[in-house]
Structure formats: C-alpha cells, structure tokens
C-alpha cells in the first residue's frame, strides 16, 4: 500500500505531452536515419488480473517496473517513398507476483508511397502480449494468471485517382492470434475493403463502399461479416475532419444471418491551435477471445491541449456495450449477456529535452453486465510514470 500511494503521489507531482524531433543516433544518408530509444517506467495496478475478487491467498493489486529498449529505422520522410521499421523489447518485473515476470517483444514495419495520383500502404506488425482482457474465463470468482498470446497482422491498401473528382481505394489485411493458454480461440481474420471516392468540394469526398471479413476460431463458431455503407471523408469544417460511414452489417454464422446498423467514425475538432478533442462511435460484430459472437456498440473521445513548449494535458473515456450470443460453448458466463465497459484516462508529457520526455497516467476501468453474473464484473485503477529517450 505504501509504494502504491508513493506512485501515485509522485504521478500527480509529474503529471504527462509534446514531441520534439531528435537528432539521429545513425544517420546512413540523406534520406534513411536509425535511433536508439528506450525507458523506465513503473505503474501500481489495484487489479492486475481484472477479476471480481482475489484468488485464495493472494491480493488483486501490484507493483510492476518495466525496462525498454529498441531502435528505430526511418527513411523517404520527405520522399515520394517512406517507411519505419520499429523493434523493441519489454522487461517487466511484478514485486508481489513474481511469477508473472515476462519479456516481451514486438516489432512493426510500415511503408507508403505517395505521388498525388497513386497512394499505396502496406504494414507488418508483431507483438507479444501477457495481460487480460475484461471478458471473464469461467464462473469462478477469481483468476490467478495472465493470458499470454502472440498477434501478427499485415495488410496493404491502394487509392487510384480515375480522375479529377473519382478514385477507387481498395485493400486487405490478415491478423492471426495465438492464445498460449488452454480455453481460448486462435483467431484468423482476413479483411478486404473496396470503396469509390467522389469530391464533392476541393476538401470533401463522399463515399459508396463494401467491406468483406471472414473470421475462423479454433473455439466456437467461424463468421463472415458484409458490411454496405455509404460516407464521407474530409475537412468539413475550418475546425472539423475526420472520416465517418453508415450503413447495413450483415454476420452469417452457420448458414444463419442477422443484421444491424453500422457505424464508424473517427473524428477530430481543433478547438483552439492548442487543444484538438478526438472522438468517434462505431458498431460493429465481433469475436470474443474465448469464440463467443459479440456485438459491439463504442463511443470514444478524448481532449489533448498543448499548455506550453514542455507540457501537454490529455484526458479521455470510452464506453463499449457488449451483446453476447447465447450458446453452449463455454464460458457459460458470457451466454446471452450484456456488458457494460467504462474506462477513463488522465495523463501528461512533460519534455526534458529533445531526447528524453517523462510520462505519467491514471486510468479507471470497470466492467458491469445485465445478468450479475460476478465473474464478469470489477473495478481497476492504474497510476503509471515512465521516462523515455529517443536518440
């Protein structure tokens, strides 16, 4: 209890930021450049396991320290032609729950050429992963580990200019996850979008498109997901941009279709040239770690003001209303429930230099559900302070 009401205090005296370009570690020529970077951080976490009650024996909460280190690769940044390559390797240590010690790695490579009438991206990502999500794993009251897993995801996508006002954009994206823990579903996820531009003002395109998702599970039932919509995309306002479709979601799941209203949007409003609020709502199907057909309703947003050269303030909050399927594949927990997810975020970067920044954050999540169904409820809050360079 100590060190977590240290954390916290030291959290509110640091509060977290701003980006400066740092001079490279490597630069090979002109146009390609390597940093090193890395950090120290440490968060007191009061629900490591996101459980409704503690395990026999043991307390919910705890103190992880954490080491990083990685490089960095970028070339093209002016160029027709860009691209970054990312590594880093995280080394996480838990005071109370040292059996929950991990290293985890990640890398991520992205590249995208840009000549006005052609826009081509394409990236790779890998990451190793050892935390919980909020769905629970059976009718127990209480869990005692981390849910290990593996995700790799690529993808590619391509806008052509047909004309003055016309483009065509089209792309695809595979991500596959591996659970390394009994009880849930390696998951495989192809994707393939196909939309048609039309400008409707020099900053304004509207927006007719059709979005094909298949997902097979080793657990549970595989789905295919239709989704026609129509949308815009833009610079609406002086203050407002961002992208947003609508329209009709279709799952089939053994031959079965259901469907409903679909959503996404991303959007973003410049305030003041200091303080830009972020915010969207999506409605989507989706699958649960543990193969369980969901639909997911999401609102998001978020606020970030620049208060001074060193200082940046941001604070955000999400809800996420999740629909379980019923069925007979356990968890027996997740069938035909309603949970209700609510998180909030506070933090700030306060920049050093250009090369170091100190980060701090405090986040609250919990999770409540229509049946009262315990497992699947609690509460969690995470006070988090880290220093990072870029070199």
């Avoid at 059996?99 to 081509?120: M, P, Q, V, W």
């Avoid at 606020?303 to 996420?320: E, H, K, N, P, Y």
């Amino acid at each position: 209890m100590k060190t977590q009401k240290s954390v916290y205090l030291l959290a509110l005296a640091v509060l977290a930021g701003t980006s400066v370009t740092a001079a490279p570690f490597l630069a090979i020529n002109d146009n390609a450049e390597v940093f090193l970077k890395g950090g120290a951080g440490v968060r007191s976490d009061s629900n490591i396991f996101l459980s409704h009650s503690a395990p026999p024996g043991q307390s919910k909460s705890d103190t992880i320290f954490n080491l990083d280190v990685g490089a960095e690769l970028k070339y093209g940044t002016q160029s027709t032609l860009s691209g970054v390559l990312s590594v880093n390797d995280t080394f996480n240590r838990y005071s109370d729950h040292s059996n929950l010690n991990n290293n985890l790695a990640d890398a991520h490579f992205s590249s995208n050429y840009d000549d006005e009438k052609l826009k081509f991206g394409f990236n790779v990502n890998y990451a190793e992963l050892n935390d919980n999500q909020f769905e629970p794993s059976s009718t127990v009251l209480s869990r005692d580990y981390l849910v290990r897993r593996n995700v790799f995801d690529t993808g590619l996508n391509a806008e052509v200019s047909v004309s003055e006002k016309t483009s065509f954009g089209l792309g695809g994206s595979f991500a596959h996850t591996d659970y390394r823990r009994a009880g849930y579903a390696d998951s495989d996820v192809l994707t393939m979008p196909l939309n048609y531009y039309l400008q409707v003002t020099p900053k304004v395109d509207l927006s007719l498109g059709y979005r094909y998702r298949n997902t097979s599970v080793t657990i549970g039932q595989d789905s295919r997901d239709d989704y026609y919509n129509v949308g815009t995309r833009g610079q609406f306002t002086p203050k407002l941009s961002g992208t947003l479709s609508v329209g009709l979601n279709r799952r089939n799941v053994a031959g079965q279709t259901e469907d409903q209203l679909g959503i996404d949007s991303d959007l973003s409003y410049a305030y003041t040239p200091k303080t830009t609020i972020n915010f969207g709502v999506s409605n989507d199907f989706g699958t649960s770690g543990q193969g369980v057909q969901q639909k997911n309703l999401n609102f998001n947003g978020s606020i970030q003001t620049v208060i001074s050269d060193q200082w940046t303030l941001r604070a955000g909050g999400s809800f996420r209303n999740i629909e379980y399927a019923n069925t007979a594949i356990p968890p027996a927990a997740s069938n035909g429930r309603t949970d209700h997810y609510y998180e909030g975020q506070l933090g700030a970067i306060y920049t050093v230099n250009a090369y170091v920044r100190v980060t701090a954050a405090y986040s609250h999540r919990e999770n409540h559900n229509d049946k009262n169904v315990l497992p699947a409820e609690f509460t969690g809050d995470v006070v988090s302070l880290a220093v990072n360079f870029r070199y």
